[in-house]
C-alpha cells in the first residue's frame, strides 16, 4: 500500500460541530425549563442547571478551537493556534465519521523520556474547511501504518 499524500488540514468551526452543541444545548435547556415549570426548585434541580450550563460553556469552548493538523506522509503533527503552544507530534484515530465531518481522538507523543502519557485531544474536522484536500485527508487518517 503506498502512503498517502501529504496534507494540512485546519480543525475547528466544524459545520456538524456547530450543530450538535445547538441541538444538545437547547435540549437540555428545554428539560431543565420544563422541570423547573412542573416541579418546585430544590437543590437536584440546581445541580442540573449547573451540569448544563457548565457543558454549555466546555462546548461552547471547544467551538473556539483554532488549529492545523499536518500529514507528512509519516507522522501527524498538531499546531494549536489558539494558545500558540509547541507543535506536537502525535497519532490520531478517528471516532466518527459522517462523512462531511471527522471526530479524531489525538493522542500526542511525548519526545522526552520518562515523561508522563498526554492526555488526548479531541479534534472536528469538517469538509467544509477545505474541500480540495477532503478526500486526501480522510486517506491519511485511514492508512495503515507499515511497520518493517
Not at 480543525?11 to 450543530?19: I, K, N, T
Not at 469538517?126 to 480522510?138: I, K, V
Amino acid at each position: 500500500m503506498h502512503n498517502a499524500p501529504s496534507v494540512s488540514y485546519p480543525v475547528g468551526r466544524c459545520a456538524f460541530q456547530r450543530w450538535l452543541y445547538l441541538v444538545f444545548t437547547l435540549m437540555s435547556s428545554t428539560v431543565v425549563i420544563a422541570w423547573a415549570l412542573e416541579q418546585n426548585v430544590g437543590w437536584v434541580w440546581c445541580v442540573a442547571l449547573s451540569a448544563v450550563v457548565l457543558g454549555a460553556f466546555f462546548g461552547w469552548r471547544s467551538l473556539q478551537q483554532q488549529a492545523i493538523l499536518t500529514w507528512d506522509g509519516q507522522v501527524w503533527c498538531l499546531h494549536d493556534q489558539s494558545t500558540d503552544s509547541e507543535d506536537a507530534l502525535g497519532h490520531v484515530q478517528v471516532t466518527l465519521d459522517v462523512q462531511k465531518a471527522l471526530l479524531l481522538r489525538w493522542q500526542p507523543t511525548s519526545d522526552r523520556l520518562g515523561e508522563r502519557k498526554l492526555a488526548p485531544v479531541w479534534l472536528w474536522l469538517g469538509a467544509e474547511q477545505s474541500t480540495s484536500h477532503w478526500q486526501d485527508l480522510r486517506r491519511a487518517v485511514y492508512q495503515r501504518v507499515d511497520i518493517h
